[in-house]
């Protein structure tokens, strides 16, 4: 039985939960893509069954593959991830660390709930001041990147713009998916478009919304930086602590 996929796609994970119940040899597992370097054949005689650990395949259109060590560590999530909303008025924007942005063009105030590693900044301003608010906080504020340097070896940002027409507060209409990073989900109601900017040659599109990713049941909001408002919502949304392996799967790589 093989088992192949996306680099740090949780394959060794998988493995081990089946084998921590026999005695078999344990794989490594870590968060950090690049991990498995061969193939590795794990013979489980009772079962019948011979695991191929093999080692991941990488994806120049996932944001992962142009980060270093430190800054994977940080975009990929080693805990539970909670999500993290923000409602945007036409002409605000949510910075992902110096990694992408979210920008609400056109249309009635909408939410956008953010599901990332909690490692990367999020911070809303207004648009016009979005690039001044990077420069200035790059490696401090906002991370990752860690430093100018590192933002320069990214690359310029690629808009990609997306319309929306949400029909309730209650449930997501749609999630936007930037791969390597995460997604946000899209919940409002009226015509709603949108600009998600990612580093050139990263793949970003639209979905249906995960099933269970954010239901509303209520909300208070609290402001939060100037240009927009965090706002704590109780969600039914994917607790990694019940599906991490999956959770990792769909969040990291989309």
Not at 55 to 77: A, K, W, Y
């Amino acid at each position: 039985s093989e088992v192949a996929g996306r680099s740090a796609g949780s394959k060794g994970s998988m493995q081990t939960k089946y084998r921590a119940r026999t005695a078999a040899p344990q794989t490594t597992v870590s968060n950090v893509p690049g991990t498995t370097l061969n193939a590795i054949r794990i013979a489980l005689p009772k079962h019948g069954v011979t695991f191929v650990d093999t080692p991941g395949l990488l994806n120049p259109r996932q944001l992962t593959t142009r980060l270093p060590s430190d800054e994977l560590r940080q975009v990929i999530p080693t805990r539970a991830v909670r999500c993290i909303t923000h409602r945007l008025a036409a002409g605000k924007v949510v910075l992902l660390g110096g990694l992408a942005r979210v920008e609400l063009l056109e249309g009635l105030p909408f939410f956008f709930t953010f599901f990332v590693s909690s490692d990367v900044t999020l911070h809303p301003t207004d648009a016009t001041r979005a690039d001044e608010v990077l420069e200035r906080n790059v490696g401090s504020l906002l991370s990752p990147p860690h430093s100018v340097e590192r933002l320069e070896e990214v690359g310029p940002l690629q808009d990609h713009m997306f319309e929306v027409q949400g029909n309730s507060w209650d449930r997501g209409v749609s999630d936007i998916v930037i791969a390597g990073l995460g997604w946000v989900c899209v919940t409002g109601t009226g015509l709603a478009k949108i600009k998600v900017s990612a580093p050139a040659g990263v793949d970003v599109s639209i979905r249906e919304q995960l099933r269970g990713s954010v239901e509303v049941n209520g909300y208070r909001t609290s402001r939060g930086a100037k240009g927009g408002s965090r706002t704590n919502i109780n969600c039914g949304y994917l607790y990694c602590n019940v599906m991490y392996v999956y959770c990792i799967e769909v969040l990291v790589f989309g």
